[in-house]
T-cell receptor
């Protein structure tokens, strides 16, 4: 158990719809990162939030957006869903106390777009 | 920019045999190196990490890895595998100055046979 929880665990959406995925960080962690893991591939970095501000983004379009709340929980929002958005979405939380700090991953949300 | 290449997509091995999972990386800046394991329908679990110091790193479940700067490699080894080691293994890098953006390889599927 990493102390990072994600909800829901599975989700099915229709192309064109919008989806919100949630992540509860490990207690005391102020940084959260989101990753997309397509089937048979490694995780791809989407973006990172530190103290409620986005401070790093991967090669994903603007329809992927996020929020981090004062309690450091986080949301990933995806608009105008496409079939290729089907993937496992992972969040990772960490405490910024020097670059050597470890990130802890949640179990992921499996999103299927039909 | 950083990149990670896992040289084998699948590695079948018999129980109690030794195994090596190969990883090469490319980076223009200094990086930290990681190996993660992912069991079916689960998130990522950190096996071990190289931050600095000794180039031989020991992790959980009897795994170890050796950082070779001249060959830009970080191969994962275990002297005797168990059926329970069957999983997907990901090599990853993160630059050692700021941020938690982690670049993952495509993964190596370790399949341990009885």
């Amino acid at each position: 158990e990493t102390g990072v929880t994600q909800s829901p665990t599975h989700l099915i959406k229709t192309r064109g719809q919008q989806v919100t995925l949630r992540c509860s960080s490990q207690s005391g962690h102020n940084t959260v990162s989101w990753y997309q893991q397509a089937l048979g591939q490694g995780p791809q970095f989407i973006f990172q939030y530190y103290r409620e501000e986005e401070n790093g983004r991967g090669n994903f379009p603007p329809r992927f957006s996020g929020l981090q709340f004062p309690n450091y929980s986080s949301e990933l929002n995806v608009n105008a869903l496409e079939l290729d958005d089907s993937a496992l979405y992972l969040c990772a939380s960490s405490l910024v106390a020097g670059a050597k700090t470890e990130a802890f991953f949640g179990q992921g949300t499996r999103l299927t777009v039909v | 920019a950083q990149s990670v290449t896992q040289l084998d997509s699948q590695v079948p091995v018999f129980e109690e045999a030794p195994v090596e999972l190969r990883c090469n990386y490319s980076s223009s800046v200094s990086v930290y190196l990681f190996w993660y394991v992912q069991y079916p329908n689960q998130g990522l679990q950190l096996l071990l990490k190289y931050l600095s110091g000794s180039t031989l790193v020991k992790g959980i479940n009897g795994f170890e890895a050796e950082f070779n700067k001249s060959q830009t490699s970080f191969h994962l080894r275990k002297p005797s595998v168990h059926i329970s080691d069957t999983a997907e293994y990901f090599c990853a890098v993160r630059r050692n100055t700021g941020g938690f953006k982690t670049i993952f390889g495509a993964g190596t599927r370790l399949f341990v046979k009885a």
